[in-house]
């Protein structure tokens, strides 16, 4: 087995799992075919193969596309030459990554006041780094998380923030409900796998319930994406995939019909804000946002 199949495996069983970690893996995956000599027409197959790994999750399509994008800008170039900078340019295309999950952190610990209650749903490594850097900052916050069934996603997220320090309490999926009002959640903070033209999400089956949960209680909910989250797919009509996991993560009954979506979309209407590098804005600025970040691509 590859180097690239090894990588595509582990993103699809979610041994990797996180929109950023995902889209790292596979530019780091990328990386090596150059560091051992590859070019494009190495690259594309190992792409492609990538790609194909989580279907619901942008930013993975987005590196992979990335990083096509930069090697092509560099195919004239010399093998020396070729390897040397474009090993550099995904050096940069990762360094970019890391500093907008920081400047995302910075912005949405802005709009956390003291002592409130934040709900978030599954894992994010960006929503956590809002809760830590709020907490850092001095705000003696709280965090209610929940299990993120069938995969228990939401384990990762409560045992972080309990490590940070921060009291955190856990609560199973359909609980959501009763503990926005028994908690008195202040806020809802949650991650996205992909951020649509029109400005709905798509993130861990249960967001969109959460999202109406948010809305009849009429509290904030703000989703959490830094611009490699965004679809320019979405701009040419085409429709996110849903991605349907294994029934076995489930349970097995026999002459019952299991279904096991791994993600729904949560509609522009019920999110109050998107939290992006570029700071925040309301979802409808979804579509300026893609075609200022994304023209490389809609031109190619």
Not at 100 to 121: C, F, M, P, Q, Y
Not at 211 to 226: H, P, Q, R, S, Y
Request: hydrophobic letters at 40%.
């Amino acid at each position: 087995m590859s180097d690239v199949d090894i990588v595509a495996e582990s993103i699809r069983s979610m041994k990797v799992r996180g929109a950023r970690d995902i889209a790292v893996a596979a530019a780091l995956a990328l990386k090596k075919i150059v560091d051992e000599g590859g070019k494009i027409p190495e690259l594309e197959p190992a792409g492609e193969k990538l790609k194909a790994a989580r279907p619901s999750a942008i930013a993975l399509p987005n590196a992979v596309n990335y990083v096509m994008y930069l090697a092509d800008g560099n195919k004239s170039l010399s093998d020396e030459e070729f390897k040397e900078k474009t090993m550099k340019d995904i050096d940069g295309f990762l360094d970019q990554m890391a500093k907008s999950v920081k400047k995302i952190a910075e912005i949405g610990a802005e709009i956390i006041r003291e002592g409130e209650t934040l709900l978030t749903h599954c894992q994010s490594d960006t929503v956590f780094e809002i809760f830590s850097k709020a907490w850092d900052d001095g705000k003696k916050i709280k965090v209610v998380c929940t299990e993120a069934r069938p995969r228990h996603q939401g384990y990762l997220t409560a045992r972080k923030c309990s490590e940070h320090g921060i009291p955190t309490t856990l609560v199973i999926d359909s609980a959501v409900h009763w503990a926005i009002r028994e908690l008195d959640v202040d806020k809802i903070f949650v991650g996205a796998d992909t951020v649509c033209a029109n400005g709905d999400v798509v993130n861990k089956v249960g967001t969109s319930q959460i999202a109406l949960c948010a809305d009849e209680a009429d509290i904030d909910f703000f989703v959490a994406a830094d611009s490699l989250k965004f679809s320019a797919e979405s701009m040419m009509g085409r429709m996110v995939n849903i991605e349907e996991r294994d029934t076995s993560e489930v349970t097995e009954i026999p002459n019952v019909t299991i279904r096991n979506p791994g993600f729904d979309v949560t509609e522009a209407k019920y999110i109050d804000a998107i939290i992006t590098e570029e700071g925040i804005m309301p979802p409808q600025g979804a579509y300026p946002l893609l075609k200022e970040k994304y023209g490389w691509e809609l031109k190619g």
